[in-house]
């Protein structure tokens, strides 16, 4: 179809693809790039071009394609979300999961890093920075961090993320890989925990009596000020 536009005066230069059968029944992808020279009176003279077996391409591509596919059910299995960052266009790609933690459609995120001052709390966005900028300089090739992020409807949403870099056979830095695991519920927990032990604090300290509790090792767990005062020590000590 190409060579028969060329022929009928379209002399735009070609670039189409292919997949050819060998003898052998070997399958192959060329890609074929030409184009037309003309001679002096603008006729057409000859075509050059050339093609490019893109075999290994093509097969590393749908490869990659189905490594995300796994990737993306896999994490819907855990109920994890993912983000790709593209460390040579600094493009990121997120997955459908990781867009509904924060009450988004992916259409509704940018591609690039950018993003970051959007969803990330104030407080947490220098550890973000801080943490990419650890794998890509090679300090780290693995992180693990906590870190707010903001919702679409402006609650906020805890989040423990793990990164991996990915590298190249030059062992170049070409990606990093990232995963979240609601930790909500967690931080919740945490915080009534909290809040338990420092009524059970109030509550020890307003007895008039010397109380101290003690693990099977002999250490100290939790004593009341009277118990701290008689050894002129502090509770914390």
Same mark, same amino acid.
């Given at each position: !179809?190409?060579?028969?536009?060329?022929?009928?005066?379209?002399?735009?230069?070609?670039?189409?693809?292919?997949?050819?059968?060998?003898?052998?029944?070997?399958?192959?992808?060329?890609?074929?790039?030409?184009? +037309?020279?003309?001679?002096?009176?603008?006729? +057409?003279?000859?075509?050059?071009?050339?093609?490019?077996?893109?075999?290994?391409?093509?097969?590393?591509?749908?490869?990659?394609? #189905?490594?995300?596919?796994?990737?993306?059910?896999?994490?819907?299995?855990?109920?994890? *979300?993912?983000?790709?960052?593209?460390?040579?266009?600094?493009? +990121?790609?997120?997955?459908?999961?990781?867009?509904?933690?924060? *009450?988004?459609?992916?259409?509704?995120?940018? #591609?690039?890093?950018? +993003?970051?001052?959007?969803?990330?709390?104030?407080?947490?966005?220098?550890?973000?920075?801080?943490? !990419?900028?650890?794998?890509?300089? #090679?300090?780290?090739?693995?992180?693990?961090?906590?870190?707010?992020? !903001?919702?679409?409807?402006?609650?906020?949403?805890?989040?423990?993320?793990?990164?991996?870099?990915?590298?190249?056979?030059?062992?170049?830095?070409?990606?990093? &890989?990232?995963?979240?695991?609601?930790?909500?519920?967690?931080?919740?927990?945490?915080?009534?925990?909290?809040?338990?032990?420092?009524?059970?604090?109030?509550?020890?300290?307003?007895?008039?009596?010397?109380?101290?509790?003690?693990?099977?090792?002999?250490?100290?767990?939790?004593?009341?000020?009277?118990?701290?005062?008689?050894?002129?020590?502090? &509770?914390?000590?």
């Amino acid at each position: !179809i190409k060579y028969s536009l060329v022929l009928k005066n379209d002399f735009k230069p070609i670039d189409i693809f292919y997949r050819i059968l060998k003898p052998s029944g070997e399958l192959r992808y060329v890609n074929v790039k030409s184009k +037309v020279i003309f001679d002096s009176n603008g006729k +057409v003279k000859f075509f050059i071009g050339s093609v490019f077996d893109i075999t290994k391409i093509r097969e590393s591509e749908n490869s990659l394609q #189905n490594t995300k596919e796994y990737l993306e059910l896999l994490l819907k299995t855990t109920n994890d *979300g993912f983000c790709e960052i593209d460390l040579n266009t600094n493009e +990121v790609e997120y997955s459908t999961r990781f867009a509904k933690m924060l *009450g988004y459609e992916k259409s509704e995120l940018s #591609n690039n890093l950018e +993003v970051l001052n959007k969803i990330v709390t104030l407080e947490d966005l220098y550890k973000w920075k801080s943490k !990419i900028n650890d794998l890509t300089s #090679n300090k780290q090739n693995e992180v693990a961090f906590e870190s707010k992020f !903001i919702k679409k409807d402006s609650n906020i949403l805890n989040l423990l993320t793990r990164g991996l870099l990915v590298k190249d056979k030059q062992n170049k830095p070409i990606k990093i &890989i990232m995963a979240h695991t609601d930790i909500n519920e967690l931080k919740q927990k945490e915080k009534q925990i909290v809040k338990q032990k420092e009524f059970m604090r109030k509550v020890l300290d307003a007895i008039p009596n010397h109380i101290s509790i003690q693990d099977s090792t002999g250490k100290f767990i939790l004593t009341n000020k009277f118990f701290a005062s008689y050894f002129n020590k502090h &509770i914390q000590e």
